[in-house]
């Protein structure tokens, strides 16, 4: 228990064999549940989570358990492979169901910090906020030895994220160390949510619906041997057309069937005018007049829709800046048995 608070940690995992042993041991004490969630992995990780659970009750995610919660520490099997956002519904389930107040999640392959939790929580245990997220951007040193290609990816979805849920003044929409609030967890439809990497992003998307407010916790972007697997050439557009989908959502849920807001009308005029000012541009050469006036309208549009909706949001978000320089974050660097592992795969292309 933290303050008063019950707090559980959500352990996503897939391959995770030699890595979440440990993240299991370093859950820091103050921790009620740890839900340790094996995505149908092909190597040993259940086992590793079975061993390092204790006598906990394993169950599936569709079995039954006698007395599961005896012990600190519930494995849970999927069925199948589903994706990470599965992985952690399985578990924000299991925490709602709990009635937790709390609900955190570290990945299992041992990138996030334990010490750095009690921070990331802080925001919902002072009623400051409903979710509360990692961010490395405003770090120094955080795009040292990033691609290019890799960082205008970064860049792009997080863009593109701000668009899409609302939530304008948010940054590295990617990061993965998260708490929920017991609230957000049952106002929420979780199951609906994506259920595989982007799963934050549309996360985010229905917590704006829902006006929850989403804290930023700065944080020190330390890295160690990390390579990137995700690859950005098919990750950036396949995310995008779920932004987009999650955009125009939000939209309708929001800005017209909740309630109405002449922004979403200024959204799709602008859309309308730019495309069709675009269009007029490419297939006829003659009309550049008519071409560039309908594409500058609809871009004012689209600039005055962006302006409302972020006046909307304004008061949905808070940062906590912490200090996380000099010699904390020389501390942290200095912890090599907590660097990400190299597979050896870096797909920026």
Known sequence: MYE??????????????????????????????????????TDETWDEIRAHAGRTVPITDGGDADS?????????????????????KTGYCRAREDGIDVT?????????????????????????????????????????????????????????TKVASGYWGMADPQNGYTAISGRALSELDIE??????????????????????VADVTMPAVYGNEQSTIRYSTFVPK??????????????????????????????????????GLLTLLRNRRETSDGLSATLLGGLCLVLAMTFDRHAN?????????????????????QDEWKPRDDGEVHDE
């Open 68 to 88: 599961p919660f005896d012990q600190r520490v519930v494995p849970i099997r999927h069925s199948k492979n589903r994706g990470v956002g599965a992985a952690i």
């Open 314 to 334: 304004e008061g949905l978000e808070e940062r906590d800046e912490l200090e996380v320089h000099g010699e904390m974050e020389d501390d942290w660097k200095e």
């Open 4 to 41: 008063g608070h019950t707090v559980a940690v959500v352990i996503p995992a897939y391959n995770e064999e030699g890595l979440v042993g440990r993240v299991i041991d370093t859950v820091p004490e103050f921790v009620d549940r740890v839900y340790a969630i094996d995505d149908r992995s």
């Open 192 to 213: 609906a949510v994506y259920d595989d990497y982007g799963f934050a992003n549309a996360l985010l998307v229905r917590l704006n619906v829902h006006d929850m407010r």
């Open 104 to 160: 955190a999640v570290m990945a299992g392959d041992g990138q996030m910090e334990p010490d750095m939790l009690a921070r990331v929580i802080q925001p919902i245990v002072d009623g400051r906020a409903d979710y509360a997220k990692g961010n490395r951007l405003s770090t120094p040193g955080f795009r040292e030895g990033m691609s290019a290609w890799r960082s205008f990816g970064n860049w792009l979805l997080t863009f593109l």
């Open 239 to 276: 995310l995008s057309a779920l932004l987009l989908w999650g955009f125009l959502w939000r939209l309708k849920a929001k800005y017209l069937v909740r309630d109405f807001h002449p922004l979403a009308f200024l959204y799709g005029l602008g859309a309308l005018g730019t495309g069709a």
